[in-house]
C-alpha cells in the first residue's frame, strides 16, 4: 500500500528545506525524501575550499539566520553544511533520507511518487533536487581519446591531488575562476576559458547579484527590456582567494581549445599543451529524470513553469532550478521567497488555507 500525504518533496537541500519551513508553517502535512544519507544537499560535494560569495547573514534561508564563520568573512561549504543540518533539526522537518525517487506518475485526484523504497501518493509535488547530480561535459572531440585523468568540478576536492602535475581548467564562471586559483600555486596550471574572463568589481557580492536578478526578474515581469544591472558587469565574484591569484597574475586565460588529444589539448592555429589531468568546470543541467512519465517537457526539454508552478501539471512545483524557478532561486538568499510563494500555491490548492 502506498503511503500518503498532503506533499511530497522531492530533495533535502536548501530548496526542499526552504518549502518544508513554509509548508510547515501554513498547516500543510509533507515529507521531504531525500536520496542522500547525510544533511548538506550539494554543499557536501563541494570542494575543501570553496566558499559562499556573501557573508554568512546574506546567505540564510528563511526563518534563521547562518551564524558567521569564525575568521571568515564568506563561511565555507562546511559551515553551510552545519548550517543546513541545524535547520532541519531546529524545524523538526520530515526529512526521510536514503530515499531515491525514481519516478512521478499521475494517479487520479494524486501524485503518485515512486522509490526504491515504496511508493507515496500525494495531492501535490514540489520538486526540489537540484542540478549536482547532472554534471555537464561538452562533447568536445578527442575526449574519449584523452589518457590523462579527466573528471568534472563536483568531483574535485584539493590542489595537493594534483601537486607538481600539468592540470587544464575548462570554465570561465566562478566554479573555474575558483578551482584555478585553488590550483594555480602547486600545480602547472592551464585555464581555458570560451572568452575573456570577466571578473565582477571587488565590492561586489552575492547580495548585489540577488538583488539584480530580482530587479531583472521584475523587468521582465513587466515587459521592460533594461533587465541589465550589476550583473552585466561581469561573471566571476571576486572572493578573496580569485582575487589573491588574479593580483599575483596567476590567473591568465587561454581560449578554449578545439580538440583532446591523447597526451593534452590542441588548437586550431596548431598550438598545443599537453596534460596530465583535465577539470571540467562546465556547469550542470537539471536532475528532472523523475518527472519524465508526466510529460512536461517541451521540445528542449524545457519543463514550462508560471513562478514555480508546471503549467500543465498544477498540482507540480519546480523549486531551485535558477531563474525559471523564482530569481536566484539556486542561491541560499534567494531561494525563500519562491519557496513562500509555491506553499502558499499548494495550501490554496488543498484548501488548507482559509
Known sequence: MARRTDVVVIGGGQSGLAAGYHLRRLGVGFVVLDAQ????????????????????????????LMPPQEGRACPGARHVVDYLADYEKRYDLPVRRGVRVREVHRDGPFLRVRTDSGDWCARAVVSATGTWSRPFVP???GRTAFRGVQLHSVEYRRPQEFAGRRVIVV?????????AADLAYDTHLTWVTLREPRFLPDEIDGRALFDAATARRRALEQGRTDTGGVASLGDIVAV???????DAGRLKASPMFDRLTPTGVAWADGMAAEADALVWCTGFRPALS???PLGLRGPRGHISTAGTR????PRLHLLGYGDWTGPASATLIGVGRPAREAAREIADLLGARG
Request: hydrophobic letters at 45%; aromatic letters at 8%; charged letters at 15%.
Open 171 to 179: 570554465g570561465g564562471g566562478n566554479s573555474g575562476a575558483q578551482i
Open 290 to 292: 523523475h518527472l519524465a
Open 139 to 141: 562533447a568536445v572531440p
Open 37 to 64: 544519507a547525510m544533511p548538506g544537499g550539494a554543499w557536501r560535494h563541494g570542494w575543501d575550499s570553496l566558499r559562499l560569495f556573501s557573508p554568512a547573514a546574506y546567505s540564510s534561508l528563511p526563518g534563521r
Open 240 to 246: 578573496p582567494p580569485v582575487r589573491a591569484a588574479r
Open 310 to 313: 508546471a503549467l500543465a501539471e
